[in-house]
C-alpha cells in the first residue's frame, strides 16, 4: 500500500492545495484545522460502535448533547470548571451508555436492521426532548477565561483554546489504536467486530465486548462534550448534527479505518471554513458534508466497494 | 366474508366523506391533520416494505410545500394545480437523488435521507430572494379561502389516494418484487427482479405523494418557512403512526394515524411542551416489546386464540 502512486499523487495533490489554500485564506485552514479535530473527535466513537457492535447509533450527537448539558450543570451547580469536569463527565457518561445499551440496544441486535434504526432514532428524539423541556431550548454558554485566549504569529491572531480538539482527538485514537492493537481486551474487541460467530466460537464474551465498546464509544464522546461547552453555545439540537457528519467521515473513511477518520475530519472541517469565509455564502457550509457524502458515494459506486 | 369487508369500506368511506357534516369545525381540523399524517405513513411504509428505512419523509414533504407556495405566489398558478406540481417537483428531486443515493443500501440509505431535510433546510434558507429566507413567505390568501370543509375534502381524498396506491402495491404484481427485495435481495435479483429500478419507482412514487401531502399542507396554511415546513414533526410522527398500529400493510398505518392523531390532540391540550418526547417514547417501546404494531399484536392474538379453540 505504501509503494502506491496513486496514493502519493493524492498525498501531493491535498498538500499543494492546502498551501495555496494556507495563503489565501490562513484562518480558514485554521478554524478548519479546529472544527475538523472536533468532528473527528465526536466520529472515531460513532465509528468504533459501528465497527464493532454494528449499530449505526442515530442518537449519537445526541449524547454530545447530554454530555454538554451535564458539564454546563456542573459548571453552574457545582462550580467546576468544564475541562475538569472530563474526569466525572467521562464515567458519567460511560454508565448512561452501559444501562441504555443494557435496556434497549442489547434487545435488536438480532432484530433487522430498520428495528435498529428506529430504535436509535427514538432514544435521539427523547433526549433532545427530555433536554428541551428541562433545560428549554434557550442557548446556553459559559465563560471561563482561558476559553478566549489566543495567540499572534506574525499578522495572524487566532485563538487557541480550540486545538485543544485536536489534541483530544489525537490523544482518544492513539488510546484506541493502542487498545485495540495491544491490549487482550482490545484484541477480543477488533475480532469481535471482524467475526462475532468466530469469537464466540474461541471463547470471546460477544455480549460483553459489546456492552463495553458502545458504553465506551459514549463515554468518549464525553470528552468532546466538556470541551465545547467553553466555546459553543449549547441547545439541544446542538449535538444533532454530528451524528450526520461523524457517519460521513466514517464513510469517507472506509469501515474500519480510525485513522483515516481524523483525515476525513479535517477535510470536512477546511471544506466548511472556507466556504464560511466566502462573503454571502456562509450559510452553505453546512451542506459541505452531504455534497462530500454524495460524492463518496458515487466515487465508491464506481469502484465497487459498495453494492 | 369478502362482501361484508366490502361494506365495512363503504360505510368508511361515506363516513369519512359526510364527516363535515356531522361535526364542528375543530373536529374537522382534527381529522385533516389525521389524514394529512396517515398519507405521510402510508407513503414511508410503502419504501419500507421494499426494505429501504427512508428518513426522507419531511424533506419531500417540505419541498412540495414550498414548490406549491412559490408557484402560486410567482406564477399565479391555481392552488390545487400547485399542490401537484409540489408532487411532480418532489418526485423530479427524488429520481435524480434516488439514482445516485439508492445505489446504496441499509444504513447508508437510511442516514443519507436522513440528511435530506436539513440539506433543504440550508438551500431554503439560503435562497433569500426566491424562498424568503429564514422568514419564508406568506400567501395572502389560503386554498378554498380558508373553508374547513374544502381542505378536509382535499386532505380526505389525498389520503384516500394514497391508500389505493398501497393497495395496488399490495395486490399488484409489483408486491412480489417488493417483499422479494426485502427478503433477500440476492434471490430476488438472481430471480431476474431488476432491483434498483423497482426501488428507484417506488422511491419516486412515495416522494410524490409526500409532495403532494405537503402542497396540501402549506396551502392550507399559505405559509413557508425553513424550521416550521420541514420540521421533524414531519418524519417522527409518521413513523410513530406506522410502528404503532402496524408496520407492512395498508391498515396499519391507518390505524396508527387515527389513534396517534387524536390522542395526539389531547396530548398537545395536556402537555404544551411535551409532546413530542412521548412520539419518542412510542418510538422506542413498540420496536422493544410490539414490532409488529397493534395489527400484529391483534393478529398473532386472535391466530393463538383459533389455535386454541382447535385444539380444544
Known sequence: ?307 | MKGRKWIYILIALMAGFLLPFYVGPYPLGIMTNVFTYMALGLSWDMMLRAGQLSFGTSGFFGLGGYTALLTTLYLGLDPLLSIFVGGIFSALVAFVLGYIILRLRGIYFAITTLALAGVFTVIARNLHDFTGGPEGKILPTTIFDGNPTYIYWLTFSIALGTILVSELFQRTKIRFAITAMRNDEITAQSSGIDIFKYLLFVFVITSAIQGIVGGAYAQQYGFVSPESTFSSNFLLLPIAMCLTGGIYSTLGPIIGSIILGILSEYLKLRFPYGHLLIYGIIIVVIVLLMPRGILGFLKSFRYRFSKGGETG
Open chain 1, 1 to 307: 500500500m505504501k509503494d502506491d502512486p496513486r496514493k502519493k499523487i493524492t498525498l501531493m495533490v491535498t498538500l499543494i492545495i492546502l498551501i495555496i489554500l494556507f495563503v489565501l485564506k490562513p484562518y480558514a485552514i485554521i478554524y478548519g484545522v479546529q472544527r475538523g479535530s472536533l468532528y473527528a473527535l465526536v466520529a472515531i466513537p460513532l465509528a468504533l460502535t459501528l465497527g464493532i457492535v454494528g449499530i449505526l447509533n442515530l442518537a449519537h450527537g445526541d449524547f454530545l448533547t447530554l454530555g454538554a448539558y451535564l458539564s454546563y450543570w456542573f459548571f453552574t451547580s457545582l462550580g467546576l470548571d468544564p475541562t475538569v469536569s472530563i474526569v466525572l463527565i467521562v464515567p458519567l457518561m460511560f454508565a448512561i451508555g452501559a444501562g441504555l445499551y443494557k435496556l434497549t440496544i442489547s434487545r435488536v441486535l438480532k432484530a433487522p436492521l430498520l428495528n435498529q434504526l428506529l430504535l436509535t432514532f427514538g432514544l435521539a428524539m427523547i433526549i433532545e426532548e427530555s433536554i428541551n423541556l428541562i433545560f428549554t431550548s434557550r442557548p446556553r454558554n459559559i465563560f471561563v477565561n482561558y476559553a478566549s485566549s489566543s495567540v499572534r504569529i506574525g499578522k495572524l491572531q487566532f485563538g487557541v483554546y480550540e486545538f485543544t480538539y485536536t489534541l483530544a482527538a489525537v490523544g482518544v485514537l492513539l488510546f484506541l489504536l493502542y487498545f485495540l492493537k495491544k491490549t487482550k481486551l482490545g484484541k477480543a474487541a477488533f475480532a469481535v467486530g471482524q467475526n462475532p460467530r468466530g469469537a464466540r466460537i474461541i471463547g470471546i464474551n460477544v455480549e460483553m465486548i459489546y456492552l463495553l465498546i458502545f458504553s465506551m464509544s459514549v463515554g468518549m464522546v464525553g470528552i468532546a462534550s466538556a470541551l465545547i461547552l467553553p466555546r459553543m453555545s449549547i441547545f439541544p439540537l446542538v449535538g444533532a448534527p454530528f451524528t450526520l457528519k461523524s457517519f460521513c467521515l466514517a464513510a469517507m473513511a472506509g469501515l474500519g479505518n480510525l485513522k483515516g477518520i481524523l483525515w476525513s475530519g479535517l477535510i470536512l472541517g477546511i471544506g466548511e471554513a472556507v466556504i464560511q469565509s466566502i462573503e454571502g455564502y456562509s450559510g452553505w457550509a453546512d451542506i459541505v458534508f452531504f455534497g462530500v457524502l454524495i460524492v463518496v458515494i458515487i466515487t465508491r459506486s464506481y469502484r465497487g466497494s459498495y453494492s
